[in-house]
């Protein structure tokens, strides 16, 4: 039997996150960055597909977006209610599955999605729908996890074993990701890199000591302000560089309708 990302994944997963979304990684703000890069969002209809804890959408929320938070998955749509009512956020919720939302051509200014493209067996029906609902001269945001990468090794280790908390996922090369995007017939504008900031070790580690004996070691660790602010600026000064995608634990590419 093939193994596939479910709804039961998804809803086991957000179920167990809800009372500590505050203890879960996040994506560190870059996709806001990314999104806010290309021009201010005020009075802009822009959407989060796959939302998952949707903590990027109410960002954009709260600096003037209209914001549409869309997930098949009523775990997912229920965390992120109660982090929008607990904030003030008014933002629209919508179960639907992301390849038939139920938009008219060209309703949505921004959509973006992340940790939602790698789950798919066959990405392109996503992305066609992804485009269709884009407006003329809006953008789609792709992101996804990169293809070298230690994590790689280590989640395509645990999917064998049957020990993914997704069921199944895949990863992308900056190219691989590049083409798909452009085949929706959109235009490529670029591809971004991130890294994995603190690193996969810490992150396992943490995990295992949280699980196994009850520590619980800070989500973010906290060193001297020196070597922090200096690596701030390392991966600042690399950022945008092609070749560093290739050492990137995610990438993304952002593309305009014509």
Not at 38 to 43: L, R, T
Not at 160 to 186: H, S
Not at 190 to 203: E, H, I, K, N, S
Request: glycine letters at 10%; aromatic letters at 10%; charged letters at 20%.
């Amino acid at each position: 039997m093939a193994r596939v990302s479910t709804l039961e994944h998804w809803e086991s997963y957000w179920k167990g996150h809800s009372a500590d979304i505050d203890d879960t990684y996040s994506t560190g703000g870059r996709l806001v960055r990314e999104v806010l890069a290309d021009g201010p969002v005020s009075a802009k209809y822009v959407m989060e597909i796959g939302a998952g804890s949707g903590r990027d959408l109410l960002d954009l929320a709260r600096q003037g977006a209209k914001g549409i938070v869309l997930d098949y998955s009523p775990a997912s749509l229920a965390l992120v209610k109660a982090q929008a009512k607990a904030q003030g956020i008014d933002v629209m919720f919508v179960q639907a599955d992301a390849t038939r939302m139920p938009f008219r051509d060209g309703a949505i200014d921004v959509s973006f999605h992340q940790g939602l493209l790698e789950h798919f067996r066959d990405p392109m029906p996503l992305l066609n729908e992804n485009a269709r609902v884009t407006a003329k001269g809006g953008r789609m945001l792709v992101d996804v996890p990169q293809s070298f990468h230690l994590y790689t090794v280590m989640k395509n280790t645990l999917i064998l074993l049957g020990k993914w908390f997704a069921g199944w996922e895949t990863q992308f090369t900056p190219d691989q990701l590049e083409r798909l995007c452009a085949a929706t017939g959109m235009q490529v504008v670029r591809t971004y890199g991130d890294w994995m900031v603190p690193g996969l070790w810490y992150r396992v580690t943490r995990e295992v000591l949280k699980r196994g004996v009850g520590v619980k070691l800070p989500l973010h660790p906290k060193g001297p302000a020196f070597w922090s602010n200096g690596w701030d600026g390392l991966r600042a000064s690399l950022r945008g560089q092609r070749w560093t995608l290739y050492t990137s634990h995610v990438i993304g590419t952002v593309a305009r309708k014509r």
